[in-house]
Every structure is written in C-alpha cells, then in structure tokens.
C-alpha cells in the first residue's frame, strides 16, 4: 500500500513557500505483524519552515501508571525521560533528591532540543556514551518515530539499573484499521503498533513484562507497557516465540469507502466549509480527501499557528471564529478525545448547525 503526500501538519510561513512543498511516497508494508513503512524519508527532508512543533500527548492515564510504577520500583533515584513528553509522569514520582535527566527538551535536553535533528545512529552512540545507571526509563509516544526499534531500546535496556524498569507507551492503531479511517498514517511514525503486535515483539526482545494495558481513549488508546531489564545480548525477533501473533490485513482497498463518502460529501455541499483543529490529522485529511480548494476557513487557536500556511493551501490559518456563520459547515479536525466537547460549546456560542468530525464518515454529530 502507499500513498502520495506533501509534508503533513507542517506550517509555513507564506504561500509561496506552503507550494514549495515537497511531494513524497509513503509504502507500507507488514513484517512479523508489524505495519511498517517501507521507503523511510528522512526527517530532515520534512523539518517545518517553522521548526518542530511540540506535542500534547493525553496524560489523564498517568496518576495511574505513576502509581503502578511506585509499586513495583523501590528507592527511585535516577529517572531517565527521553523527551519533554515525560517529564509530566516523572514530576508524579517527584521526591526531595530525585534526579531527572532529559534526552531531548528545548529547555534542559541533554542531547538537544529535537529529536528529528539528529541522525538514529548518533542517538545511539549518545545512549551508550551516558554515564549514569537509571532506576526508571520513560519513554512516550516516540518509539514509533524509529525506523531502527531494536536500537532504541536495546540502547535503553543498557541503561537501566539491573532492577531498573522502562515504561513505554506508545499510540494504539487498531481502531483506526477496523474503522478503515486512513488518519493515522503519517510519515513522522515509521512503525504502527497494535497492542498483541508490540507486546510480542517485546516478548520476542527478551522484555520481562510487568503489565501491559490499553489507557482506552477514543479511536486512539495508548498502549503502556512497564517493562524490566531484558536480559538478551542481541535484539532480534525470533521467529520461532510468536505468541499469539496477529496479522494486520491492510490493503490497498481498504480507505475507499471514507475517502469516496468525504469526496461526494464536499461535491454536494455548496455551503461554506471551516475546518477546526490544524495539525497532521487534519491536513493528511485534506490531502487524501483532494479537499484543499473545498475548504474555505482553516481555525486553530494555537499562538503559534496564526498566519501561517498548510502545505499547498492558500488559507492562512486564523483564530477568528466571527467570520463564520450558522449556515457554515464545521469539520472538527481534534482528536476525537475532544470532539464532543468541543461540539457543544460551538453549538452553544456560534449555533451552528452542521457539525462533522473528520475521524468519522461524513455523517452529522
């Protein structure tokens, strides 16, 4: 499977550079019932005019892991965080001369500030080169971005103190695929993991499992994974330990019907259209939808957003929700953990009447 795609959820700073932007092909391919890309395109081929943009990751799970992590770890006094992502869940175990050391951060990264900069074999040698044993290694919604996973955490396992424990946590695909919604493809995530998918390849890595769990958020749970010290010399997944392997069925085929459905939703409309919640979801939503010259407003109350441009987009992206009006179709592009919340309180300031989410078929909230 594969498709074409401009660099997603990158802003630009004006129209002419938005057209400038680069066309790739994503491929995809499955091994060991792993869905993977197959045609890796380098993260500095897709760096933003603007930079890289931090992202929020849900966090309404983490009293609980913290407490999951205090009952099976002692004396903490070394955490690890690989990026500004976990420094929220390390701040929960936080206690008079706790050390926290961060990988990549903007403000204090030990490495730097972002890891899309810097080649994975230097951030290999990096790991290797840390002078310090870690009781507690975080990390968050990064193992995806890898194109070499054994790496990563081989690399961490050394890390760790021998009673030492890695939390991992990454997005769950599954409901995406059963939901046959392509927006959670995107080029910066080089793997997609489903739950039994990832829990195998641990298993296959030589990971003690402590627990692994599903933290259920709408269409994209994360999965979380406390994990002692793996005890093999070499990672390798071995084909013969696949334990209650799952094979992910992805064809070529499978996206069509949301895509077509969204198609004659935008041909039959001749209503103004305000796409609400600018970031990669919502412009791969654009891209494959062939919607960019359909939408009429790009809303997002992001500072930072203001002025600026999607790839390929003459629409500046703007706060001014006043330049709509009841008769106005709203597509909510946030994550579906925030739609219905959201919803209401449009519903309820602006009163419009046609409210539709972009993680669903174009069927009316």
């Known amino acids: 499977m594969n498709f074409f795609y401009n660099p997603t959820g990158n802003l630009y700073i004006n129209q002419k550079s938005s057209f400038s932007a680069n066309t790739y092909e994503l491929v995809l391919k499955e091994e060991h019932g792993i869905l993977k890309q197959d045609n890796i395109t380098p993260f500095k081929l897709l760096k933003p005019d603007c930079g890289w943009l931090e992202s929020i990751e849900p966090e309404e799970h983490l009293d609980e892991v913290a407490i999951k ?19 929220s869940l390390a701040n929960r175990l936080k206690k008079e001369k706790l050390n926290i050391d961060v990988l990549f951060s903007s403000k204090n990264g030990i490495f730097g500030s972002d890891f899309e900069d810097m080649e994975e074999k230097t951030i290999f040698e990096n790991l290797k080169n840390l002078n310090r044993k870690y009781d507690l290694i975080i990390i968050r919604h990064y193992l995806e971005h890898f194109g070499d996973i054994d790496n990563v955490m081989k690399n961490l396992n050394e890390n760790l ?25 995107w080029e910066q995530h080089r793997y997609y993991f489903t739950y039994h998918s990832l829990l195998n390849w641990l298993i296959n890595s030589g990971w003690n499992i402590i627990e692994s769990y599903s933290a259920e958020y709408k269409m994209e749970p994360s999965l979380c994974y406390l994990l002692r010290q793996s005890k ?55 891209q494959i939808t062939s919607a960019r010259d359909r939408v009429n407003y790009l809303i997002d109350d992001a500072i930072d957003k203001q002025g600026k441009f999607i790839a390929k987009c003459r629409i500046k992206v703007t706060n001014n929700k006043e330049l709509l009006d009841a008769k106005t179709i709203i ?10 919340k959201l919803k209401n309180s449009l519903m309820s300031k602006y009163k419009f009447k046609q409210i539709y989410s972009i993680f669903k078929k174009p069927i009316k909230l």
């Open 69 to 87: 992590i205090k009952n099976n770890l002692g004396n903490i006094k070394n955490i690890l965080c690989f990026s500004y992502k976990d420094i």
């Open 161 to 185: 103190n021998e009673n030492g424990i890695c939390f991992l946590e990454v997005p769950d695909c599954n409901e995406f695929i059963k939901n046959k919604n392509p927006l959670f493809l």
């Open 232 to 286: 093999l010399n070499k990672f390798h997944l071995n084909l013969e330990n696949n334990l209650n392997e799952t094979t992910i069925n992805l064809d070529s085929k499978i996206f069509n019907d949301y895509i077509i459905k969204w198609k004659e939703f935008f041909k039959m409309n001749s209503n103004k259209i305000a796409l609400i919640g600018i970031g990669h979801n919502s412009d791969r939503f654009l």
């Open 331 to 340: 597509l909510l592009g946030v994550h579906p953990r925030s739609t219905y």
